[in-house]
């Protein structure tokens, strides 16, 4: 088998994938399956639906890493590769000699879609229903590093929370084990392998036995385990007696059999440039050894652990904080320990009653619920793990739903008699239930129902989307100061002992006790028009501007006060402060275009109050968001008037007491909300800006946003945005509703048609002659699907411009906020804080061996530690720099129009992002609308409603696309 091994840094070779020029090596035959959307004409049948869930399932496995087995890499498949199937595919290009097919020439304007036609119906069903499908080969690859990293920068001395290891071990065993209970294939909860698996070690420890000594394994909690040494049974099979506490005795069926050997040898991988199958599962090895560190004393939430006796923090509903740690074993320059602190919310132990009265702010438990306040105990309880003593031991169940029932009216069959679930525990268990006019929980497989006052909730994580209110505590309770988010890691290395660890002696692993040091570089800050920059802290001067880039022009508002939230005299002083504002921007706002409007008083009156505007001729609708049910009011504002008017929504707090910095951040969002241009980088500051300023160049953002495990039949969202002006401030945006869970962008093939058509409609007919594609949460399993996928989708929205004369060169970054590498400054750092500076990029010692990545801190760190964005170019065509990407990616974050700072990674990812989430609210809105109470609650509906609440959904987000004037498209910021 031939490794793949070309993946190495600073080399200066000429990368390959340029357009097909240059030669491919022959593949790993275990390298993953890619798709490409010539699947079909291919003949390939693999669904990558089916095998992504596999390769990715919690980023472990045999595929976690994004490969595949038994396929082979071909040649880069670009441009010119595609002509084979211009023929199978057709042609968007009119058959007429007197069409324009100059590279950057518009085709003829398409008739946009009515949304709503059966016909239109039937195309959206036909598109939510479509598979990413997988080639048999993968045609594409990831680009090498072109040099040894960037140069340019004031050079900063750092520490890491990286700690160096040290192997002694030549290979491990890994071993697959299957525990079922006895004469059943039923699959047992976690935590009951993990205690079975540890009895096994203790009364069986002869099968753990070699010639020289007992072997200890480290089991993964799910169907392997792995020793130091090999086992010398072929095959083994064991009937074990489990006792437990409290239960009789139960048998299970354990069955383990030798899986394969494991080269630990990662100084040859690194060295190599290797990333292989075998290195993937050496670190799968070190990963389950730490891990299996106090297992029973300790809650696991992901890589992150939670001990017994953790610091604790009660907060708003019955809910606590938890402070615990994360480590896991990082392939960078050297095999590294990552250590780093974590903040969680917990469900605390408390009886279900407690919960419910602090869910829905009563003081007692009330007597009975409204369906309201079902639906919104529903939200929280879903899901939840809780146990019962009533059968005289104590017994663990989840929640599924809640049941319109309760002990009163909840009749059942028990010893042919008829009962209710009331009269049924006072004769079986001799309880007298208080709240027989409860709804009921049911729990388990088998739909039984439970009383709440009879159960208790367990301690574990809060999988639920937090309330303001508690995002506003989690950010108090986590954000620590660099100096003390230092400090803490350095006691957990102390705490954690482990040099006297059975488990990393066990497989030969050493852990240093000191924070890698490593150096790192601070760009300069970029040039902004009309702007002093304030270099190192991320923003820029809005005192010093005589006039924006390009002004926007006020059209007829009118101020809108729901709820009497402010009296008209206060609106207009507002309004006034936020026009004075306004115009030492060089705004010629008129404030006498204005009216007032306090007469809405109940939320369900929005969209006739709306309509009302827009039939009046009004443009902008200012809203005075009321103390009470801001975030509803919020939703449905966005939900009405979005695509149809413009809308700005302003805290009734700041209306009262205008803040000079709140006032000039609204200004600046409004200006680019009616069409103008706030902020763009002067291209006399740096030779780089030539590529942006001197011909078409475009910068793409896009995300996908998920359900959260509560509402798993929720459909997943995709977002997609482009700059359409050569100033990188006006972005189109556009939206789609895909399956759940679907990470990469089904349809963004025509989302990205559109948004070119819509770039030469705003420049002359050009199109841009170079894209950067920025995209947002993909881990690096996917990089490959992603690679193959979306670059496809995007080189195929190309030829429907102009089939094959039209090739701009695309480069592919991917952008990463959830990970746990920091960087603390040696010295003092800057601001309050003391966090390295805005600029700081790291691309030595701890960056990847086998990609090409870089970390950049593009932000200045106001509260906590600032944690920096980890990039990955994925493909380049245009050979740029570490330099140039580093510096292009860092100054483009100064053009964020939602503020005068530096943000945490490039605008295009962010506006993708907040598009995301106002199809969330959009998705509330029309539930809520509907009353689909299934859907709300969680319980199980039929794929055939789900397939037509998705279809409603993108009809929706479709038909907003075709009614945003051009020069009004970010109404989403």
Request: proline fraction near 5%; glycine fraction near 6%.
């Amino acid at each position: 088998m031939e490794e793949h091994s070309n993946r190495g840094r600073g080399s200066g070779k000429k990368r390959r994938n340029r357009r097909g020029r240059g030669n491919a090596q022959p593949p790993n035959d275990r390298d993953i399956q890619t798709p490409t959307f010539y699947q079909q004409e291919q003949g390939a049948s693999a669904q990558y639906s089916d095998t992504r869930a596999s390769a990715n399932q919690r980023g472990r496995g045999r595929q976690g890493n994004g490969r595949g087995r038994n396929q082979s890499r071909n040649a880069g498949m670009t441009f010119e590769d595609l002509a084979e199937f211009s023929q199978a595919a057709p042609s968007p290009v009119p058959d007429d000699p007197s069409y324009p097919i100059g590279a950057f020439a518009v085709p003829p304007a398409e008739e946009e879609p009515q949304i709503g036609s059966e016909g239109d119906v039937e195309d959206i069903a036909a598109e939510l229903e479509k598979k990413v499908v997988l080639p048999a080969r993968r045609t594409k690859e990831l680009v090498d590093r072109p040099d040894n990293g960037g140069t340019i920068g004031n050079p900063i001395q750092l520490y890491t929370n990286h700690f160096e290891v040290k192997f002694s071990l030549g290979s491990a065993f890994q071993y697959d084990i299957k525990i079922n209970p006895e004469g059943s294939d039923k699959k047992i909860p976690r935590e009951l392998r993990w205690k079975i698996f540890t009895q096994l070690v203790s009364k069986h420890s002869d099968i753990f036995k070699t010639p020289q000594r007992t072997l200890l394994p480290v089991f993964d909690g799910e169907a392997n385990f792995y020793t130091a040494a090999k086992l010398t049974l072929p095959k083994y099979r064991q009937v074990l007696k489990f006792e437990e506490t409290g239960r009789e005795s139960r048998n299970f069926v354990i069955v383990i059999a030798f899986a394969c050997q494991i080269n630990m040898a990662f100084d040859k991988y690194l060295r190599d440039h290797c990333r292989t199958f075998q290195m993937a599962d050496a670190l799968r090895v070190l990963d389950t050894a730490i891990k299996n560190r106090s297992w029973e004393s300790t809650i696991h939430s992901s890589r992150h652990v939670f001990g017994a006796g953790c610091p604790t923090q009660d907060i708003s509903d019955n809910l606590q904080i938890w402070t615990g740690h994360q480590a896991s074993f990082r392939p960078c320059w050297k095999i590294t320990l990552n250590l780093d602190v974590s903040f969680k919310t917990f469900f605390k132990r408390q009886t279900a009653l407690e919960l419910l009265a602090a869910t829905l702010g009563f003081e007692q438990v009330p007597a009975s619920l409204s369906r309201p306040q079902i639906k919104k105990f529903i939200d929280v309880v879903k899901g939840l793990k809780i146990k019962t003593n009533h059968l005289g031991y104590e017994r663990k169940q989840i929640v599924k739903k809640i049941i319109d029932k309760t002990a009163l009216t909840h009749v059942f069959e028990n010893n042919n008699q008829r009962v209710n679930v009331r009269d049924y525990f006072r004769q079986m268990y001799n309880i007298n239930l208080n709240y027989p006019n409860l709804p009921l929980f049911e729990v388990g497989g088998k739909g039984n129902a439970l009383p709440m006052e009879i159960c208790w909730i367990m301690e574990q994580v809060n999988e639920h989307k937090l309330t303001p209110r508690q995002q506003q505590e989690m950010i108090r309770a986590s954000a620590r100061p660099p100096h003390e988010r230092k400090r803490m890691i350095e006691n957990v290395m102390r705490n954690s002992n482990f040099d006297n660890d059975r488990y990393l002696k066990e497989f030969g692993i050493t852990v240093s006790k000191q924070l890698m040091d490593i150096d790192g570089r601070v760009l300069p800050v970029p040039g902004i028009t009309e702007m002093r920059g304030e270099s190192g802290l991320g923003k820029y001067e809005l005192k010093n501007v005589q006039k924006y880039n390009k002004p926007s022009d006020m059209p007829d508002f009118c101020i809108i006060a729901p709820s009497r939230s402010s009296n008209q005299g206060e609106a207009f002083h507002f309004i006034q402060e936020l026009f004075k504002t306004a115009r030492y921007k060089g705004l010629n706002w008129d404030a006498n275009k204005g009216d007032f409007n306090n007469q809405l008083n109940n939320l369900r009156d929005i969209q006739k109050c709306v309509n009302h505007y827009i039939n009046q001729g009004m443009k902008l609708l200012f809203w005075i968001l009321p103390f009470r049910d801001a975030s509803q009011w919020y939703k449905k504002i966005k939900y009405f008037c979005d695509g149809r008017i413009m809308s700005q929504c302003v805290q009734q707090k700041l209306v009262r007491q205008p803040r000079p910095d709140a006032l000039q951040n609204i200004v600046l969002k409004l200006n680019i909300k009616l069409g103008g241009t706030s902020t763009t980088l002067r291209k006399e500051e740096n030779a780089i800006y030539k590529e942006i300023f001197n011909r078409p160049f475009m910068i793409i953002g896009a995300d996908v946003t998920h359900p959260s495990p509560s509402q798993k039949q929720m459909p997943s969202y995709a977002g997609v945005v482009a700059s359409l002006n050569r100033g990188l401030s006006q972005y189109g945006g556009l939206l789609r509703c895909q399956i759940s869970k679907e990470e990469l962008i089904v349809d963004l093939q025509s989302m990205v048609t559109k948004l070119l058509k819509r770039f030469a409609d705003g420049n002359n007919g050009r199109f841009p002659e170079k894209i950067i594609y920025y995209r947002d949460g993909v881990s690096e399993g996917q990089f490959y699907y992603v690679l193959a996928y979306e670059l496809d989708a995007i080189q195929k929205a190309c030829m429907n411009i102009h089939a094959l004369d039209y090739q701009p060169a695309i480069t592919i970054i991917t952008v990463q906020k959830r990970h746990h590498t920091r960087f603390f400054p040696k010295d003092r750092g800057v601001g309050k804080s003391g966090n390295i500076p805005a600029g700081t990029v790291v691309d030595k010692k701890v960056v990847d061996p086998f990609y090409y990545d870089f970390f950049l801190c593009s932000h200045e760190g106001i509260q906590g530690t600032s944690r920096p964005s980890h990039y990955y170019v994925l493909y380049d065509d245009s050979n740029f720099s570490s330099d140039y990407i580093q510096l292009f990616t860092y100054h483009i974050c100064y053009t964020y129009g939602r503020c005068a700072r530096s943000v945490s990674y490039p605008p295009p990812t962010y506006y993708a992002h907040h598009l995301c989430m106002r199809a969330r609210h959009y998705q509330d809105e029309y539930l809520e609308m509907t009353d689909n109470q299934s859907l709300f609650s969680g319980s199980s509906i039929s794929s055939g409603e789900e397939k037509r609440f998705r279809e409603n959904m993108q009809s929706l987000l479709m038909g907003r696309d075709c009614s945003i004037d051009m020069d009004k498209m970010m109404y989403y910021i």
